[in-house]
């Protein structure tokens, strides 16, 4: 053991006596080398196991343990050195969001056509899927679309301000893109033709009457109804509509039906009002002119709660995403040391509701603390716990140059021993699944790192134990070396065009 240790100093020693000369010089270890080492997997599993802890009661939105958890972030933040970012002078930013039911008596669809007229009520044979209920009712014409729809037939209907109905091909229609696209195109509403009989229909009645949590942000969502075929059959077949030959059809249909009019009116109960957080840091940047861009990191705080009714009942949620958080916490702790402020500012930012439909991001990109235009990047991080050791899915890469940074910045780190590869599920469309989005599509440049899902995904057995945090540190040095190229970059990220156009001025 000694002789090796001898030999190996033997051999050093001549390049020690040689003057420094200035390539050697460049590749000495930046001080910021020291910031990234300090993100040790011991601080990230620590980090997770306070907020993958079952105290936490798998952080739902709104919640006891939600809010320890932005609570603990806050401590982390502040112990870091930034600077709270929140609402007035705090480190959180709160929301509201209500519980809410729909009052099935007082709501009622009427399809007209002619003479004819069908009214039908929420009580009957009609239901609330989702959305957000508007104060007064929705009135419009109508779209009908059905058959084998696809996403591209539905964004180039002609929804816009239209009320569509819907008789999808159960085999071969691709609903949930259709319904998205549509949501997109500016449908009012989109109403789903159930093919089912009255007393089938009953039990699925009564999901409309639970009480769930919704966000006010006083920006409609996409408004979800059904009603059962047989309660409007005959308005239909006055306006000219077989539903039976359109849902058969093996192609899309797309047809106007300036005949037949739509109108909504739908009632809701609040039955309570509450808040949820976003804790938010800042670390201001060392450049009295680029200090007032930002590059943004995000990852979200909450989890889906507690599954009643099986042994283990708790959604740790170690994976989704403890381990995105606690990388925020490591990046905040990293940037937050003297030797390691960049040119630009730096925002550090765990949100909730994630889970309910991304509505942090949603209300963060809103109301943002500093112009939505001089945040520069969002790096994302969701996820990043689990599966390969040495590989990580970063997607949005061929939307803006980010990609191209990270390249760099990966190729230039071979000790992490860590490889950012492009998205492997382009089919699954994660680019808009999760809180970068809400960025995406306020023109904010975005990456977004996952590991991929798993079997514990979304169940109680997503927990601390089962995370690798060897391999979490090493992604969370690389983001720290991508995050300090950005904020010292001469210029900000630019949006490849053609994304631009698809993504932003949609
Ligand atoms: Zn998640």
Redesign the pocket.
């Known amino acids: 053991m000694d002789m090796h240790k001898t030999t190996a100093c033997l051999l050093l020693s001549p390049f020690l006596l040689l003057p420094l000369s200035p390539v050697a010089l460049a590749q000495a270890p930046k001080p910021s080398s020291a910031a990234a080492e300090s993100i040790t997997d011991h601080d990230v599993i620590r980090h997770i196991k306070v907020i993958a802890d079952d105290s936490m009661l798998g952080r739902d939105t709104p919640s006891h343990g939600l809010e320890a958890t932005a609570q603990y972030v806050a401590s982390q933040f502040k112990a870091a050195g930034l600077k709270p970012a929140g609402d007035s002078g705090t480190w959180f930013q709160r929301y509201a969001i209500t519980r809410r039911r729909i009052d099935a008596e007082g709501s009622n669809l009427t399809l007209r056509s002619g003479k004819a007229e069908a009214r039908v009520s929420f009580a009957v044979a009609a239901r609330f899927v989702q959305g957000t209920v508007p104060p007064e009712p929705i009135r419009g014409d109508v779209l009908l679309l059905g058959g084998a729809l696809t996403a591209d037939a539905a964004t180039g209907a002609g929804a816009a301000g239209r009320i569509v109905l819907l008789a999808p091909n159960p085999s071969k229609a691709d609903l949930e893109q259709s319904a998205r696209a549509l949501y997109l195109a500016g449908a009012k509403a989109i109403i789903l033709l159930a093919d089912i009989d009255s007393a089938a229909y009953a039990p699925r009645l009564s999901s409309q009457r639970r009480e769930h949590t919704a966000i006010d942000l006083g920006v409609p969502g996409p408004l979800l109804m059904e009603v059962r075929e047989g309660a409007v059959r005959r308005v239909l077949s006055a306006a000219g509509v077989n539903p039976a030959q359109v849902r058969a059809a093996a192609q899309p249909v797309v047809r106007d039906l300036s005949k037949l009019t739509a109108t909504l009116a739908l009632k809701e109960i609040i039955t309570a009002r509450q808040t949820a957080p976003n804790t938010v840091g800042m670390i201001e940047g060392r450049d009295p002119k680029l200090k007032h861009e930002y590059v943004l990191f995000s990852a979200?705080m909450d989890?889906i709660g507690i599954s009643a009714g099986q042994p283990d009942s708790i959604n740790n949620?170690a994976d989704?995403?403890a381990s995105?958080t606690a990388a925020v916490i490591e990046l905040a702790t990293a940037f937050g040391r003297p030797d390691a402020r960049p040119k630009r500012s730096m925002l550090f930012l765990t949100v909730s509701g994630?889970?309910k439909g991304l509505w942090g991001s949603r209300y963060f990109s809103e109301h943002p603390p500093v112009p939505i235009d001089h945040i520069v990047a969002d790096i994302n991080i969701?996820?990043i716990g689990r599966n390969w050791p040495d590989t990580i899915v970063a997607i949005g890469k061929e939307h803006s140059d980010l990609g191209a940074t990270l390249n760099r910045v990966n190729a230039e780190h071979p000790e992490l021993g860590m490889t950012a590869i492009d998205d492997r599920w382009p089919e699954e469309r994660f680019y808009f699944r999760?809180d970068h989005y809400n960025f995406a599509r306020k023109g904010v440049p975005i990456l977004f790192f996952f590991n991929g899902v798993h079997p514990d995904y979304h169940r109680p057995s997503d927990s601390a134990d089962k995370i690798n945090p060897e391999k979490e540190a090493r992604i969370a040095r690389l983001l720290f070396y991508l995050g300090e190229d950005i904020a010292n970059a001469p210029e900000r990220p630019k949006w490849k065009p053609e994304s631009y156009k698809e993504i932003v001025e949609q």
Request: proline residues 0%; glycine residues 18%; negative net charge.
């Open positions: 979200h989890h949620g989704d995403d995105g994630e889970e969701d996820m999760s």
